[in-house]
């Protein structure tokens, strides 16, 4: 079995895969005053509530965007599993070409994301990971990724509406209204967001489709917040929510030492 860890700003995602299937996920609040002795304790409680036994595992994959919790569930993997644990970052063969300016920012989730959409859904392909942030990526017919764009995340804007602004109220993103006139604060807010954010992402989509190489790409969303992030969207867009574990499975198979016959 293989251990995949996709470590987020604002959560740890846990998948164990037995082969391709995906036998095990949990999800677990990031929180950086966690010691690695109590990461791996809360990873050995998941595995037991799931039925997962620790000898059984074969080899661990992580991806970080969080540097100061990337060594700790590093080695709490370590502890948990007796594996060594793979780190996505410079070095790593990835299955694609990186065009942007430093190819080490790229974070680890979009490499496995990248990765995983080439795989399931092949080249050209157009990237949504709606998260903390909303990215949006295209990835051209010759498996080269251009580069992309970054968005606030759909709950942090509404947050931050709600923390700064004395006289707006919590909305409930999931609440109905018109699709474009909002008749009260709360709905004026509810439309700015989701329908603000769905042109955002249709806008993207679009300058993408018109780039060299990209006519035809498939659009592939993945990430928590995907489903208000895309809702209202004009294109036709594929949703895959275990798209970043797939592609941590995928990058730690290009990984493994090549088997000499």
């Given amino acids: ?33 966690r010691s690695a002795d109590e990461y791996a304790a809360v990873l050995y409680d998941l595995l037991r509530l799931n039925g997962v036994p620790r000898g059984d595992f074969r080899g661990c994959i992580l991806s970080s965007v969080v540097p100061g919790l990337t060594g700790l569930l590093e080695e ?8 060594k644990v793979t780190r996505v970052g410079p070095g790593i063969r990835t299955g694609f070409r990186i065009r942007i300016d430093d190819p080490s920012q790229l974070g680890g ?13 092949g080249a050209p392909v157009i990237l949504i990971d709606a998260g903390t942030v909303t990215t949006i990526a295209a990835i051209d017919g010759d498996r080269t990724y251009l580069g992309g764009c970054i968005l606030p995340g759909i ?33 004026a807010m509810r439309c700015g967001l989701l329908l603000g954010t769905a042109l955002a992402v249709d806008g ?6 018109a780039l060299p190489d990209m006519a035809g790409a498939a659009v592939v969303a993945t990430g928590g917040s995907r489903e208000l992030v895309t809702a209202r969207c004009s294109h036709a867009i594929i949703h895959d929510g275990e798209l970043t574990l797939k592609g941590l499975r995928y990058l730690y198979e290009n990984n493994q030492p090549k088997r000499r016959v």
Wanted: charged residues 25%; glycine residues 8%.
């Fill in 1 to 33: 079995m293989l251990l995949a860890i996709d470590v987020g700003n604002s959560n740890i995602d846990f998948g164990v895969f037995q082969s391709s299937t995906l036998r095990m996920r949990s999800k677990i609040s990031a929180r950086t005053e």
């Fill in 76 to 83: 709490a993997a370590r502890t948990v599993t007796g594996q």
């Fill in 109 to 121: 989730d979009l490499v496995a994301d990248t990765l995983a959409a080439l795989t399931e859904y």
């Fill in 155 to 187: 709950r942090r804007s509404a947050a931050q509406l709600e923390d700064n602004a004395a006289l707006l109220p919590f909305i409930d993103l999931g609440g109905s209204g018109e699709e474009c006139l909002g008749r009260n604060s709360a709905d």
């Fill in 204 to 209: 993207f989509v679009d300058r993408y489709l």
